[in-house]
């Protein structure tokens, strides 16, 4: 096997065993690798009924094709299973550097099951895996636990680590790479709590990768890294961060403010925007592995109420998520708390979702004192955020900690008296940093079809709207206009394969913007052997997007929940979106239709999955 | 060229519009916050056409042509591309996206530029009004 190593270490907590296995090259032909393949496994597996913190519940971590092979933005891995957060198909993907070192290990990926009796690690080194004791970290903040390993393991090695959230089973803590860069999303920190997985340490010592054709990739590489690294949104990425555009997208509508009810605060625009961080708080630039775009900041606070140590400083969403959302201004709050988050293990969306619901509760009254522990829990409040509610979140303290801890969906349903109203969702996963209203309606017809829930990765689409994506070989060279429902549905079929393809290939969205389809089609062809043209490239990130969709199918999903809440597509109370109602039926009516969708089960039709051959996976479902 | 009828029209109309934009309040302070040197290069069309804004150290100038210091920021475009982004009525991301606008340098400025370009279109539709060119504005 070419590019792909094949093999992945399978993992059984409970009876202590770790064993490998070879996976069949026509998985990866069908399904790419990343999120793609880990779900292949998990629909194989067919445990559906398992509940994501049982310790039968699978978690899989899984490298796409291109891992370590010096591209920028192409080695991200994927973390997947049944989200405890949702309760349906979940995954995550993190760049940092624990992707290139599981390959040069020698392995695509990892499948772990069952529950060790007490906190374990796991170690890879090269072909010596081992499980061990984990007790000294156990109850530790991810930092320190990170420091400790590389102590203890090398400065070299790669780690992912949980936090406290995750091992009080949080139902949003996230996986830490490095320290730094997240597994944010559907709450996969808890799954490896519930486990008693204390982290992952790799460290290889070969750097061997074999790939189909050496010097045509190479010549590749040479022409699209530069032209990855040159390209305007690069430069922009690089000079001010993933937060570059705060305040350009604040002006569009895009950056939700008071938990979604607005989208509109130009002077909190100004203030939270990446220059400013760049000017005040920057003390050097990051990257990912291989990547020259370098969009991770290393920030310090200095002085004042939210003095904080140089480290990872915050992202655009977490920036957002803990600024506007919560209609605060204070960028040197949002540094703060992204530190205490990352250190607790908790992902900074959800969390700051569900913090916001509760600041809009606490408003209506519909949480009281007597619910929250005598916290007053007001807009902007970023003392009581930072000291109080974040910890009380990650060590689910008090009854406060245990209703917030399980998500703004579920405090939401608990706490009743029309609060589920105001949380902002699709399919239980809290909604990203970008308002449809004004980011784009094409993206609210791809937040609400999402097998993961609300999720702004999973497809270029917010690209797609802005204008960022010109694919003329696959019929994408018209222009959208973000307001309108016009080719939308037309566009979302695209962007579902290609977003498809950038999660399995585990390429990062900011990096990639300048690859054209010949290109990618190309690297596939030169990395892994495969004689693709761009159609084969295109069903197989379909088939990715179907599978995801047959997964959730089997955990009780149908069309209804293709849906999103009403305070994600009433009109906003400010700002230019103001009034335009977006037609979201409509487009997903007309997009099942082109994608072959059954509108009442949600899922592919038994001709559609034949014609993208995946007959055996409809004989399970029709 | 579609909208003018030589290289100079273009330019005056731009200058105009940049003289405005440095007295207006909002714009002018949005302007100081770039900081930058930036030259906006028509050259596609003829030699003569460009022209630069300094907006270094709280200080705002224009003029044609190429300025003195090395500018911090290029952007290359048509002279027809350039009326419809000043008129507001071209996807700045989409015409990059389509290599029809060229950038060199640093962004920073673009970015603190692009939320401003709503009120920039009100002033350069002013300036076509007063200089008799009103047919030149973009419906
Ligand atoms: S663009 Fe940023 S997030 Fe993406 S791979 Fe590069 S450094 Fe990582």
């Given amino acids: 096997m070419f590019g792909n190593t094949g093999k992945i270490i399978e993992v059984d907590l409970s009876a202590g065993t770790i064993g490998q296995k070879t996976l069949p090259e026509e998985y990866y032909k069908k399904y790419i690798g990343g999120s793609g393949l880990a779900a292949k496994l998990f629909w194989d597996r067919g445990n559906f009924d398992t509940e994501p913190l049982a310790p039968e519940a699978m978690l899989v971590f899984m490298n796409g094709p291109f891992a370590g092979l010096k591209m920028s933005g192409a080695s991200r891995n994927s973390v997947a299973g049944r989200s405890p957060l949702t309760g349906v198909w979940g995954d995550s993907s993190c760049g940092g550097y624990f992707a290139p070192e599981l390959r040069y290990a020698g392995y695509d990926g990892i499948v772990i099951t069952g529950k060790a009796k007490a906190p374990s690690l796991l170690v890879i080194e090269d072909d010596n895996v081992s499980l061990v004791d984990a007790a000294p970290y156990w109850g530790k903040g991810i930092e320190s636990v990170n420091d400790g390993l590389k102590e203890k393991y090398g400065k070299n090695c790669r780690t992912v680590v949980i936090g406290p959230a995750g091992e009080k089973q949080v139902k949003f803590a996230n996986i830490m790479n490095e320290a730094h860069h997240a597994f944010g999303r559907a709450g996969f920190g808890a799954v490896m709590g519930a486990k008693n997985l204390k982290g992952i340490v790799v460290k290889a010592t070969k750097k061997d990768m074999t790939i189909a054709d050496p010097a045509a990739y190479e010549k590749l590489r040479k022409e699209v890294n530069p032209a990855l690294k040159e390209a305007l949104a690069a430069v922009v990425l690089g000079e001010n961060g993933t937060a570059a555009n705060l305040e350009g997208g604040m002006v569009n509508g895009d950056v939700p403010v008071k938990n979604f009810a607005s989208n509109y605060n130009e002077e909190m625009g100004s203030k939270l925007t990446g220059s400013e961080l760049t000017d005040n708080y920057l003390t050097k630039r990051s990257a990912c592995a291989f990547c020259a775009i370098a969009c991770k900041r290393v920030a310090e606070v200095k002085e004042g109420p939210w003095k904080t140590p140089e480290g990872p400083g915050p992202e655009y969403e977490t920036i957002a998520a803990f600024g506007s959302l919560m209609n605060s201004a204070d960028l040197a709050a949002t540094i703060k708390v992204n530190r205490v988050c990352n250190d607790y293990g908790l992902d900074t969306i959800s969390c700051g979702m569900t913090i916001a619901w509760a600041m809009e509760a606490f408003e209506k009254g519909h949480l009281t004192k007597a619910d929250t522990d005598g916290v007053e829990i007001r807009w902007a409040d970023m003392e009581t955020v930072i000291n109080t509610l974040v910890p009380a979140i990650a060590l689910r303290k008090g009854n406060l900690g245990e209703l917030l801890a399980e998500g703004s969906v579920s405090a939401a349903n608990k706490t009743g008296k029309d609060s589920i109203d105001y949380t902002c969702h699709s399919k239980g996963m809290e909604a990203p940093m970008h308002d449809p209203r004004g980011g784009g309606h094409g993206l609210a017809l791809t937040y609400a079809t999402s097998p993961r829930g609300a999720c702004h990765v999973a497809t270029p689409m917010l690209f797609m709207e802005m204008g960022a994506c010109y694919w003329p070989e696959i019929g994408f060279e018209y222009e959208l206009e973000p307001m309108t429902d016009e080719n939308k549905p037309e566009s979302a079929v695209i962007s579902w394969e290609m977003g498809s393809i950038e999660n399995s290939a585990c390429w990062c969205q900011f990096a990639d913007r300048e690859m054209q389809i010949s290109q990618w089609v190309d690297l596939f062809n030169f990395v892994a052997g495969y004689n693709w043209d761009a159609d084969e490239m295109l069903r197989a990130g379909r088939r990715v997007f179907y599978l995801k969709r047959l997964i959730n199918s089997r955990f009780g999903l149908t069309a209804k929940d293709d849906d999103l809440t009403p305070r994600m597509l009433e009109p906003a109370r400010d700002g230019e979106p103001e009034g335009i109602e977006i037609n979201l039926s409509g487009m997903i009516e007309r997009f099942y239709g082109l994608a072959g969708i059954d509108p009442e089960k949600g899922i592919p039709t038994r001709d559609t999955l034949s014609e993208y051959g995946m007959a055996e996976e409809a004989a399970a479902v029709w | ?139």
């Fill in chain 2, 1 to 139: 060229m579609e909208f003018w009828q030589d290289t100079k029209q273009p330019i005056d109309a731009f200058l105009k519009m940049f003289e405005k934009c440095m007295v207006d309040p909002e714009l002018s302070a949005g302007l100081k916050k770039v900081n930058q040197v930036i030259l906006f290069d028509y050259t596609q069309d003829g030699p003569d056409c460009s022209f630069w804004i300094d907006t270094r150290g709280g200080k705002l100038t224009a003029g044609a042509g190429k300025p003195s210091d090395k500018p911090d920021l290029i952007m290359s475009l048509s002279a027809d591309d350039a009326h419809r982004s000043w008129s507001n009525k071209l996807n700045p991301v989409m015409a990059i996206t389509r290599g029809k606008i060229k950038v060199k340098g640093s962004a920073t400025g673009l970015l603190k530029l692009a939320p401003k370009l709503k009120r920039v279109a009100e002033l350069y539709n002013e300036v076509l009004q007063e200089s008799g060119q009103a047919d030149k504005i973009l419906k």
